[in-house]
């Protein structure tokens, strides 16, 4: 894994990307994710037994959240970014091989929630591909605004991640970009 910005901006830039969110819809209908010449995924959305829905490849795992070094190797990805500006979850071994997203990007989203609340580790990867990756094309599957919950866990009425203030904020990050789809299934 790497652990420089200008790095991964190189490595995505005037690429097919495909962004895979965790809600349990995803699995709805079979996808040929493996096709497109970037994979991301996110926190715990470990392929293994879901192929036909979500492909098998990880190129980038963006996370905000605790992860053990023996899940993010069977991700296999060549990189890892760590999300949030909050460092407390944050492993020591991940500190020197993660990514970091610009803080003040995280911070710039954090205002736009109401008091006690927090953006997502989708919507913080959306704006982080949007503001710092010049790529081709962006795919984004699994993003349902939390209308089903993730497939991984029961996160269906996350307390901390207002779906109304999510699905206007993602909504308005893409807003006319015509090289951006999200498919929500």
Avoid at 24 to 35: A, W, Y
Avoid at 90 to 107: A, G, V
Avoid at 146 to 165: A, I, Q, V
């Amino acid at each position: 894994m790497q652990t420089n910005l200008t790095e991964i901006k190189n490595y995505l830039k005037d690429k097919q990307i495909c962004l895979l969110g965790n809600a349990r819809s995803i699995l709805n209908t079979p996808k040929d994710i493996d096709k497109y010449e970037i994979v991301c995924r996110m926190n715990r959305g470990l392929p293994i037994g879901k192929e036909r829905y979500i492909g098998n490849r990880t190129d980038v795992l963006f996370t905000s959240t605790k992860l053990t070094s023996q899940l993010v190797l069977q991700y296999k990805t060549r990189y890892l970014v760590w999300m949030t500006k909050c460092q407390k979850l944050l492993p020591e071994w991940m500190k020197s091989c993660t990514i970091q997203n610009p803080p003040e990007d995280w911070q710039e989203l954090k205002d736009q929630y109401p008091e006690n609340k927090l953006p997502s580790t989708g919507c913080i990867v959306i704006n982080f591909l949007l503001k710092h990756i010049e790529f081709k094309s962006l795919i984004i599957y699994g993003f349902d605004f939390m209308r089903s919950g993730t497939w991984y866990n029961n996160l269906k009425d996350p307390r901390w991640h207002p779906k109304e203030t999510e699905e206007k904020i993602i909504k308005g990050l893409i807003g006319n970009c015509k090289n951006v789809e999200i498919i929500i299934e």
